[in-house]
C-alpha cells in the first residue's frame, strides 16, 4: 500500500487533517447567542429545546445531579423545621394543658372564690383544654410530616448515589476510549510525518544497527511497515470510540437522565404536598381555636346548649350577686339567741335544788331506779322531739328529783326502767345507760351540731375519722395513743402493726395525689396543718383516713412534711444509731456493686420494724422517683431531702457525714428492687 495513498485515506476519514472523527463532541461549552439590551424570555419552544439541548451534552448528567442534591436538601430542611415546629407546639401545648389542671384543681379548694366567678373560669379552662388539645394534634401531625419527609430524602438519596455511578461510568468509558485513541492518532501523525520525510530524500543522521548503519531504503520500509501498524491501531481507537459515543448519547445518558429526572420529580412533589399540608393545618387549628373563642351564632357545643364566645363567658360574671350569695350561705351557722343567763348553783353546796333545764318542744321522760348508798340511780333518758332544740343549752343531771314540766314516773323495779315515747312513730329509743358517779353530772358545754335523733348528745373525741375543715378552729385533742417521738420497737408492740399507721397513711396519701406534685417532699407543707395532723394521729391513729383528701386539708405537701417530722421525732433514727457507722463505711466504697452490697448486709441486720418501715419508704419513693418527669423528684433530690431525717445526726458531730448520708439513701432507691422485693 502506497503511504501517500494511506495518508490521504486517513485524513479523509476525519474531514481533514487535525478534524476530530464525526460522532464525536467536542468537550468546550455550548456557546449560546448574545443579545445587547434587555433579558428576552424564549419562548416555550425554544426553551424546551434548550432544555433538551443541555441534557444532551456532556453536563446534562452533572446538572441534574446538582439539581438532584439540592431537591434533597430543600426536604430534610423543611423536614428540619417541621420537627422543630411540632416540639414547639407541643411544649405549648403540654404546658397550657398542665395549666388548665392545675388551675381547675386549685378553684376547687374551699378557699377560693365560687359563684358565678367560678363557673365562667370553669367555661375559660375548658375552652383552653380544647385548645390546647388540638396543639397537641396539630403537633402530632407536623411529627408524621417530618418522619415522611426524612423518608422521602433518604430513599432519593439512595437512588440519586445509584443513578450518579450508572451515568458517570458510562461517562468515563467514553472519555477513556477517546483518549485512548488521541494517544493513537498522534503517534500515527508522527510516523506519516517522519516516513514523508523519508520518501523524499531529506538527509536525515543515518540509523545503526546491530550489523551496522542502515540505508534509506531500509529506513523508508521500516517506516512504512511501522506507519501500517499505528494507521490499524488508530482507525480500531476511533471505532471503539465511535461505538461507545454512540452508546452514551442514544441510550445511557437518556436512562439515566430519564431516571434523575423522576427522582427530582418526585422530591419536589412530595416537598410541596407537605408544604401545602403544613398551610392546612395551620389554617385549621387557628380556625378551631378561633371557633372556640368566638363560636359562631347557632353553633352548638354540646346537644342542645348554645356556643358561647369567651367574651359573653366573662361578661356573666356577677361580682355583686357572688358576695350575696357567699354571705347568705352563712345563714344556717348563725347561733340562736341564748336564753336569759340564770345562776345554777353547784349541787354540792345546794344538795336539795337540782335543776334540769329542758330545751323548748324537748319531751325527755326520767325514770330512776332504786338508788343505792354507793352510788346515784341508773338512767334511761329518751329524746322523743329534737326539732327546735337549742343546741347550746346545757345538760344538768342531779340526784333530787326533777321539777319543771317534764313527766316523772317511777317505778318499783330496781334493775331497769322503760319509758315510753310520746308517740310510737318517734325517733328510736336509747338502751338503759348506766351512769357512774363521775358521770352524773355531765359537763355543760356548748354543740357545735345538734344531737342525732333518739340519743343524748355526750361529749365524744372529736376525730371518727374526719379532720376539722379550714376555717375551724383547731381542736386541742390529747393525746390517748401517741405516735411522734414514740420509738418504732414500742409503737410495734402497743399496736401490732410493723409499718406505724401513720407511715402508712402518709404514703397512701401521696401515691393517690402527690405522685405528680411538682416539689413533692422538698416543700414544706403549712405548719398549721401540720400541728392538727399530729394531734389527731397522736389521740388515736386508727381513726384517719387519708384516702379521702378533705381529710388532709387537700395539701399533699402537708402530709409529705408530716411524714419527715415523724422520723425526725424518732428517738432512735430509722437506720438506727447502732448501725449508723456501718452506712457511713459502705458509702465511702467506690464500686457501685460493693457499696450496694454492703448496704444490703447492713440493712438485713436492721430490727424487724425498722427493716419494714424502711422497705415500705423505699419502694414508694421509687415511685416518686418513676415521675420524676412530672414531680422534678429524682433519687438525688429525693436522698436530699430524707438522708439527715432517716440517719440523724453523727454521734461525733461530723457534718461531713451529710455527703456519705445523701449517698446512702440514692444507692438505696438506685438499687430498690435489688435489696427489697416487690410484694
Not at 89 to 110: F, V
Not at 139 to 167: F, N, P, V, Y
Not at 428 to 453: D, F, G, K, M, R
Amino acid at each position: 500500500m502506497d503511504s501517500r495513498d494511506s495518508i490521504e485515506r486517513s485524513s479523509s476519514e476525519f474531514g481533514g487533517t487535525g478534524a476530530p472523527p464525526s460522532g464525536v463532541e467536542s468537550h468546550a461549552t455550548t456557546s449560546f447567542p448574545s443579545v445587547d439590551g434587555d433579558d428576552i424570555q424564549p419562548s416555550p419552544h425554544d426553551a424546551t429545546a434548550i432544555f433538551d439541548r443541555v441534557l444532551r451534552s456532556d453536563i446534562g448528567l452533572s446538572t441534574l445531579l446538582a439539581r438532584l442534591k439540592q431537591s434533597i436538601a430543600a426536604a430534610r430542611d423543611f423536614a428540619t423545621f417541621l420537627k422543630k415546629r411540632s416540639a414547639l407546639e407541643e411544649e405549648h401545648a403540654q404546658g397550657l394543658k398542665k395549666l388548665c389542671r392545675t388551675t381547675h384543681d386549685s378553684t376547687r379548694r374551699p378557699e377560693s372564690r365560687q359563684g358565678s366567678y367560678s363557673r365562667s373560669f370553669d367555661e375559660i379552662i375548658r375552652i383552653y383544654d380544647h385548645m390546647a388539645d388540638n396543639g397537641i394534634q396539630f403537633a402530632l401531625s407536623l411529627h408524621q410530616m417530618h418522619e415522611d419527609l426524612q423518608e422521602l430524602a433518604t430513599e432519593r438519596e439512595r437512588g440519586r448515589k445509584q443513578w450518579k455511578q450508572t451515568g458517570l461510568s458510562a461517562e468515563k468509558r467514553v472519555q477513556d476510549s477517546e483518549a485512548a485513541m488521541e494517544k493513537a492518532r498522534a503517534k500515527y501523525n508522527s510516523l506519516a510525518e517522519d516516513y514523508d520525510r523519508a520518501r523524499t530524500g531529506d538527509k536525515q543522521t543515518g540509523r545503526f544497527g546491530l550489523k551496522g548503519p542502515k540505508s534509506a531504503a531500509q529506513v523508508e520500509e521500516d517506516l512504512h511497515r511501522k506507519l501500517q501498524a499505528a494507521d490499524a491501531d488508530y482507525a480500531s481507537k476511533v471505532q471503539t470510540a465511535q461505538g461507545l459515543r454512540r452508546e452514551l448519547v442514544s441510550t445511557s445518558r437518556p436512562q439515566t437522565a430519564q431516571a434523575l429526572q423522576q427522582l427530582i420529580h418526585e422530591c419536589d412533589s412530595g416537598v410541596t404536598l407537605q408544604m401545602q399540608k403544613f398551610a392546612s393545618f395551620n389554617e385549621k387549628l387557628l380556625l378551631s381555636n378561633g371557633l372556640r373563642i368566638s363560636p359562631l351564632k347557632g353553633q352548638l357545643s354540646a346537644p342542645g346548649s348554645q356556643a358561647r364566645s369567651l367574651r359573653d363567658i366573662v361578661y356573666e360574671v356577677n361580682d355583686e350577686q357572688d358576695l350575696r350569695d357567699y354571705v347568705t350561705s352563712f345563714a344556717p351557722r348563725i347561733l340562736q339567741k341564748p336564753g336569759e343567763v340564770q345562776y345554777e348553783p353547784h349541787h354540792s353546796l345546794h344538795p336539795a335544788q337540782q335543776a334540769f333545764p329542758q330545751p323548748a318542744h324537748r319531751q325527755t321522760s326520767v325514770q330512776p331506779s332504786n338508788q343505792s348508798p354507793q352510788g346515784p340511780s341508773s338512767l334511761h333518758i329518751t329524746n322523743t322531739n329534737m326539732q327546735g332544740s337549742t343546741p347550746h343549752e346545757p345538760l344538768v343531771l342531779s340526784n333530787a328529783p326533777i321539777s319543771g314540766s317534764s313527766n316523772i314516773n317511777y317505778h318499783d323495779n330496781p334493775k331497769q326502767q322503760t319509758f315510753p315515747s310520746s308517740n310510737s312513730g318517734g325517733p328510736p329509743q336509747i338502751s338503759p345507760a348506766h351512769l357512774s358517779p363521775a358521770q352524773t353530772q355531765l359537763p355543760s358545754v356548748p354543740y357545735n351540731q345538734p344531737s342525732a335523733l333518739g340519743q343524748v348528745a355526750y361529749p365524744q373525741s372529736p376525730m371518727h375519722g374526719s379532720i376539722p375543715q379550714h376555717g375551724s378552729d383547731p381542736i386541742e385533742m390529747p393525746p390517748l395513743r401517741p405516735v411522734f417521738g414514740v420509738s418504732l420497737e414500742d409503737l410495734f408492740n402497743r399496736d401490732g402493726s410493723a409499718v406505724p399507721m401513720v407511715v402508712y397513711q402518709c404514703l397512701q396519701a401521696v401515691d393517690l395525689f402527690g405522685l405528680e406534685v411538682e416539689g413533692i417532699y422538698r416543700l414544706s407543707g403549712t405548719a398549721s396543718h401540720i400541728g392538727k395532723l399530729r394531734s389527731v394521729f397522736d389521740n388515736d391513729a386508727s381513726q384517719v383516713d387519708f384516702r379521702n383528701p378533705e381529710n388532709f386539708f387537700h395539701d399533699v405537701n402537708s402530709v409529705a412534711g408530716l411524714l419527715k417530722q415523724f422520723f425526725r421525732d424518732l428517738p432512735d433514727p430509722l437506720l438506727t444509731r447502732e448501725h449508723y457507722q456501718g452506712f457511713i463505711d459502705a458509702a465511702r466504697i467506690d464500686d457501685d456493686i460493693a457499696r450496694r452490697d454492703s448496704l444490703h448486709a447492713t440493712i438485713n441486720s436492721l430490727p424487724d420494724p425498722n427493716y419494714a418501715t424502711l422497705r415500705a419508704l423505699t419502694l414508694h419513693l421509687h415511685r416518686v422517683q418513676e415521675h420524676s418527669a412530672a414531680n422534678r423528684m429524682n433519687a438525688g433530690n429525693l436522698a436530699i431531702c430524707f438522708g439527715p431525717t432517716l440517719m440523724g445526726t453523727a454521734m461525733n458531730g461530723n457534718i461531713a457525714d451529710a455527703g456519705w448520708q445523701v449517698r446512702v439513701i440514692d444507692t438505696i432507691l438506685q438499687n430498690t428492687y435489688q435489696i427489697f422485693d416487690d410484694d
